[in-house]
């Protein structure tokens, strides 16, 4: 029963292009079924300094034009640096160049327009909720923002600690 078990869990979990020695295959991930929509919905953990290359990966290889990020208000010093700190200054994390186009403010989340440069191009589009704490009344209007971004032909990362 156990093995059985595992081996349905594996439908879950993307698999990564192996593109350079050293890398691997997998990533903390699982791809989230959805009843409306065939696009691709991973969830996963924030990047820690040994995953920020395979995070990138994930976002690359699978078409991702949205990750959503739930703000860690803990100083958690496993997690990593994942995204440029400023405009202009690419952030480079193995083959793939992430680089920030724009950011815009709104009252309850961040929205960052990235270009990502890997094997091709892709605009990705950031957005982190800032709050604290989850408010229904804040946190509703950022779950309608966020699946007005979602394009039919292009996958999601949901991402949080």
């Known amino acids: 029963m156990k093995l059985e078990k595992r081996r349905q869990n594996k439908k879950y979990q993307p698999l990564l292009q192996v593109d350079s ?4 295959g997998y990533i903390n991930a699982v791809t989230l079924p ?4 065939q696009t691709k919905q991973f969830l996963t953990q924030l990047p820690m ?13 699978y078409n991702v ?10 100083n ?12 202009g200054q690419p952030l480079q994390c193995g083959n793939i160049a992430v680089n920030v186009e724009s950011v815009t403010a709104a009252p309850t989340w961040t929205e ?25 009344k804040k946190f509703l209007p950022f779950v309608q923002y966020a699946r007005s971004l979602r394009t ?10």
Request: glycine fraction near 2%.
């Open 49 to 61: 300094p040994t995953t920020v290359n395979d995070f990138w990966r994930l976002v690359t290889q």
């Open 76 to 87: 958690d010093k496993s997690l990593a640096i994942y995204l440029p700190e400023e405009q």
């Open 21 to 24: 020695p050293g890398e691997e």
């Open 152 to 161: 039919p032909d292009k996958s999601v990362v949901y991402t949080c600690s």
């Open 34 to 37: 959805s009843l409306y929509t």
């Open 65 to 74: 034009s949205l990750i959503v990020a739930f703000k860690s208000y803990e």
């Open 112 to 136: 960052m327009k990235l270009t990502v440069k890997g094997k091709q191009t892709q605009e990705v589009t950031h957005l982190t909720f800032t709050e604290r704490h989850i408010e229904p």
